[in-house]
């Protein structure tokens, strides 16, 4: 390889390092007791599921840790209470719209 060629190659991975950690830190992690805070944007919370709701194909779980948020699940799920939750969604009106539920019960 030529010199040309190194710095093209240095120049494309460092502007695609850069964009990727963009990326990563525009997900917010914040314990559950400061979710009030928050401005509308893509959030990630861990909890332990106090009880759930389904009705029709939207499953509205209440997730527990130091306080209580109401999650929206747009699919129906089945989980027990107890159950340890990381939900990435949408904080939106002091409710979260999930996009993404792992479950370690």
Excluded at 12 to 34: Q, R
């Amino acid at each position: 390889m030529d010199d040309s060629s190194v710095m093209k190659l240095a120049l494309i991975m460092g502007l695609a390092g850069i964009f990727l950690l963009l990326v990563i830190a525009s997900v917010v992690e914040l314990p559950i007791s400061e979710y009030e805070s928050l401005r509308p944007g893509e959030v990630r919370i861990r909890g332990y599921l106090e009880s759930s709701y389904t009705s029709g194909h939207t499953t509205f779980l209440r997730i527990a840790e130091q306080r209580h948020i109401t999650v929206i699940a747009f699919q129906n799920l089945s989980l027990a209470n107890g159950s340890y939750l990381e939900v990435t969604g949408t904080y939106k009106n002091e409710e979260i719209i999930a996009e993404k539920i792992i479950s370690s019960s």
